[in-house]
T-cell receptor, first 114, second 115 residues
Framework: NAGVTQTPKFQVLKTGQSMTLQCAQDMNHEYMSWYRQDPGMGLRLIHY???????DQGEVPNGYNVSRSTTEDFPLRLLSAAPSQTSVYFC?????????????FGEGSRLTVL | GNSVTQMEGPVTLSEEAFLTINCTYT??????LFWYVQYPGEGLQLLLKATKADDKGSNKGFEATYRKETTSFHLEKGSVQVSDSAVYFCALSRGSGGSNYKLTFGKGTLLTVNP
């Protein structure tokens, strides 16, 4: 059971560079989301999707883009990286409905922006 | 808006000690409440949940009761083990239907259990 798979696990960028964090799930979950985890801040929702072709902004969307062309994949794009985007990023998926709050998380992607 | 406030750590205990991590929430309507656990180097995993007032969630010896009158969902375990060392997050969602998949997380509490 692969669950939620994120790549890469570690990445170092220079300010202004762009990159994409990949996320794939094999559980046929409708709902997918991206969170960032910062010390003393808990997890904050960046973007989410309730199904293929549908995305929406979360709490901290600025500087990030997402798309959902398939049920399985939900990539997160950093358009022009800034040091403030140094963080650990988690992708999560959920079956939705009555079990919507039960999120399945990937192992995280640690990003450092210099 | 919704918010979750949980006990700030770190919390350090000896093996077999009793654990309480406090969590209180602010929310409109009737949220569902969750505890997630993050072991070192891993993503978060659901530990337990409760979906209505007076529900008790339990798993792996951990328990938490949904108290609407005090807007609390404190996590307890009677006898902790070294393997329980992790970061614990309290979270809420807006309940069944609608945006119940959008969780609001607390800041997390680091628990270290020493042998």
């Amino acid at each position: 059971n692969a669950g939620v798979t994120q790549t890469p696990k570690f990445q170092v960028l220079k300010t202004g560079q762009s990159m994409t964090l990949q996320c794939a799930q094999d559980m046929n979950h409708e709902y997918m989301s991206w969170y960032r985890q910062d010390p003393g801040m808990g997890l904050r929702l960046i973007h989410y999707s309730v199904g293929a072709g549908i995305t929406d902004q979360g709490e901290v969307p600025n500087g990030y883009n997402v798309s959902r062309s398939t049920t399985e994949d939900f990539p997160l794009r950093l358009l022009s990286a800034a040091p403030s985007q140094t963080s650990v990023y988690f992708c999560a998926s959920s079956q939705g409905g009555a079990r919507g709050g039960e999120l399945f998380f990937g192992e995280g992607s640690r990003l450092t922006v210099l | 808006g919704n918010s979750v406030t949980q006990m700030e750590g770190p919390v350090t205990l000896s093996e077999e000690a009793f654990l309480t991590i406090n969590c209180t929430y602010t929310a409109t309507g009737y949220p569902s409440l969750f505890w997630y656990v993050q072991y070192p180097g891993e993503g978060l995993q659901l530990l337990l949940k409760a979906t209505k007032a007076d529900d008790k969630g339990s798993n792996k010896g951990f328990e938490a009761t949904y108290r609407k009158e005090t807007t609390s969902f404190h996590l307890e375990k009677g006898s902790v083990q070294v393997s329980d060392s992790a970061v614990y997050f309290c979270a809420l969602s807006r309940g069944s239907g609608g945006s119940n998949y959008k969780l609001t997380f607390g800041k997390g509490t680091l628990l270290t259990v020493n042998p």
